[in-house]
């Protein structure tokens, strides 16, 4: 879970409010959120893994090809597994060695290792959650970027430099700031914590605020894009729009089940430490509230690993191909439709486009019924390999019903 409280908890001379949501009923908690880690990492990666050919995927759009449109997402994905991977750990170690939280709550303790597990697992599970914010941000600048100019250098290092430096950067200054002048001596007092809570829910805040406004101007230039084209708005391009703002609402309502309680949470806890006296009966209530949002993100929190997989992809099922054929296929694949084929377009060289197996598939069962070849428009991020967004319209499409499974929905792809 990402809460600044982990990193508070390593203190010895923690607040009142800390010591009150982490001692009460602890093993239950930290069950709770190593259940809901293992759950989450497993059906993350099972999602992610490639699929064997030919399995009919739950929903309309086929199964992704690997390409590099789709790695901003993939980090994404990444950094919420490694988040995952370090509360596992850290799960682990305090059910088998209960001592270890005992030595903590030790004011004069001697013994350095249980402290230094503690901070470093904290920190690990904070720096690449909040990663995952960050490349989420990126996501949601990418995508309008993409729609409104495509064209232009590469911005992938661009976003490389900016998720982990500011990550890196906010979550040492703000650990740095809470253990002054020492882990084992930590200053107390609301002031203090204030910029490690900060640096902690920064990028948060700005994906619960910024991004809804991107992908809302995102799907706005999208659908001006699509009416542009020949003058008219039809079904498909409808259905596409639709598509669109639909993977959008997705990945911000995740976003929002996941990681709003943690405000709510440390809203509580904040006016609960500004009390002079927490147990006082009138602060029942809020007690109660504060430990029910509590257990609430130990839960919710790892989910956003899995989550976050469906709101991307949808279910892709399990029927994992970890066959070195299979991936020798997924290569030649790749490699084989990197360079674009329609004649009358200013190919961007070295660029790879999604799905460009799937639009020769198509074109082939469309020429074989005799029926119009469709029309593709792909918006590459910056015009290099590194986009993120591509949208594939096929006009005038009739019984699309009697394609294969790896090339249902031909009516209208999308991969965002």
């Known amino acids: 879970m990402a809460s600044p409280r982990l990193e508070t908890f390593c203190c010895p001379n923690r607040d009142a409010a800390t010591d009150f949501v982490l001692t009460f009923q602890p093993n239950l908690f930290v069950a709770l959120t190593l259940g809901s880690a293992a759950f989450s990492a497993i059906l993350a990666i099972i999602q992610l893994l490639p699929k064997r050919k030919g399995y009919r995927r739950l929903g309309q759009n086929p199964l992704p090809r690997p390409a590099s449109s789709s790695r901003i997402l993939f980090i994404i994905s990444v950094c919420d597994l490694l988040g995952c991977a370090g509360i596992i750990l850290r799960s682990t170690v305090w059910l088998s060695v209960p001592s270890i939280i005992e030595d903590i709550s030790v004011a004069n303790n001697t013994e350095v290792w249980p402290e230094v597990f503690c901070v470093g697992s904290a920190m690990w599970i904070q720096l690449f959650f909040s990663a995952s914010f ?26 490389h430099m900016i998720t982990w430096g500011l990550a890196a950067l906010l979550c040492v200054e703000g650990v740095a ?3 002054y002048p020492s882990i084992s001596d930590c200053e107390q007092g609301l002031q203090h914590a204030v910029p490690h809570y900060v640096t902690t829910y920064a990028p948060m805040l700005l994906v619960l605020i910024v991004n809804p406004v991107f992908f809302s101007r995102t799907t706005s230039a999208v659908t001006s894009l699509l009416k542009g084209r020949q003058g008219i708005y039809t079904e498909n391009e409808r259905r ?21 309680p943690n405000i709510i949470n440390e809203s509580l806890l904040f006016y609960l430490e500004m009390q002079a006296d927490i147990n006082d009966s009138s602060f029942r209530n809020i007690r109660n509230a504060a430990l029910i949002t509590w257990f609430i993100i130990g839960i919710l929190n790892p989910m956003h690993a899995f989550l976050n997989t469906l709101a991307f992809h949808g279910w892709t099922g399990c029927h994992v191909d970890l066959s070195l054929q299979r991936r020798r296929e997924l290569t030649w694949d790749s490699a084989s439709t990197s360079v674009p084929h329609t004649a009358g377009h200013n190919h961007l ?30 918006v590459l991020s910056q015009g290099s390999d590194s986009s993120t967004v591509e949208i594939h ?10 394609i294969e499974a790896d090339g249902e929905s031909l009516g209208t792809s999308v991969r965002l």
Not at 134 to 159: E, H, N, P, Q, R
Not at 393 to 402: A, G, N, V
Request: include cysteine.
């Open 240 to 260: 596409l729009a639709n598509e669109i703002k639909m993977r959008f609402f997705k990945i911000m309502l995740v976003f929002f089940i996941c990681w709003l």
């Open 393 to 402: 319209i096929s006009s005038e499409l009739r019984d699309y019903e009697d």
């Open 349 to 378: 060289s070295g660029s790879t486009l999604l799905y460009q197996s799937h639009v020769q598939d198509m074109k082939r069962n469309l020429v074989s019924n005799g029926q119009q070849q469709s029309d593709a428009i792909s």
């Open 177 to 179: 700031m809470l253990y």
């Open 134 to 159: 960050w490349w989420t941000f990126c996501y949601a600048v990418d995508v309008f970027l993409v729609v409104k100019t495509s064209a232009g250098i590469s911005t992938i290092i661009l976003y």
